[in-house]
């Protein structure tokens, strides 16, 4: 167990929808990072928040939004989902803001949009 | 765009044997390399990392080689039990200049290890 929480751990909406994926770093950890896994792309980056504030931004949508709460928790939304929006999304957590610290992987949310 | 390649979609070996997974990366500026291991219906979990100051680091069984000449990375595997079957992905990040977590992953190798 990485100690990073992600629920719910599987999600099947229609196009068209809203989905929010949710995260709790693990204890003391003040970044968290948002990855998409699917078959054709690999992993991807998609954006880092380090102690409520956004660090880096990768090809994430528009459709997509995240934020990083008080509590450090943080939320992934995906709108107007389609097709191709279905995937592992997996967060991660670090202590500090950059590589340089270790990062720990959730055990992700499988969004499957139909 | 951004990649990190690896040479190949699936390695076996047996049991007892070691094992030495390829990566190459296309960004020069990359200064922080790790080694992630992910089990089926698991995320990615740290194997090793290393700098782009060293040009090997060993941790319990496991070996990274760095070449920077030839932006090539390795993941050696000692001895290689059923265990370790999984897909190892090598990441990359730009520490020193962009400051941030943000890692490039490779595609993937798959490790099957056969009794």
């Known amino acids: ?114 | 765009g951004e990649s990190v390649g690896l040479h190949l979609p699936t390695l076996s070996v047996q049991e007892g044997d070691n094992s030495i997974i390829n990566c190459a990366y296309s960004n020069s500026a990359s200064d922080y390399f790790i080694w992630y291991k992910q089990e089926s219906g698991k995320g990615p979990q740290f194997i090793i990392d290393i700098r782009s100051n060293m040009d090997k680091r060993q941790g319990q069984r496991v070996t990274v080689l760095l070449n920077k000449t030839v932006k090539h990375l390795s993941l050696q595997i000692a001895a290689t039990q059923p265990g370790d079957s999984a897909v190892y992905f090598c990441a990359e990040n730009m520490w020193g200049s962009s400051n941030t977590g943000k890692l490039i992953f490779g595609q993937g190798t798959t490790l099957q290890v056969k009794p």
């Open chain 1, 1 to 114: 167990d990485s100690g990073v929480t992600q629920t719910p751990k599987h999600l099947i909406t229609a196009t068209g929808q809203r989905v929010t994926l949710r995260c709790s770093p693990r204890s003391g950890d003040l970044s968290v990072y948002w990855y998409q896994q699917s078959l054709d792309q690999g992993l991807q980056f998609l954006i880092q928040y380090y102690n409520g504030e956004e660090r880096a931004k990768g090809n994430i949508l528009e459709r997509f939004s995240a934020q990083q709460f008080p509590d450090l928790h943080s939320e992934l939304n995906l709108s107007s989902l389609e097709l191709g929006d279905s995937a592992l999304y997996f967060c991660a957590s670090s202590v500090g803001q950059g590589a340089s610290t270790e990062a720990f992987f959730g055990q992700g949310t499988r969004l499957t949009v139909v």
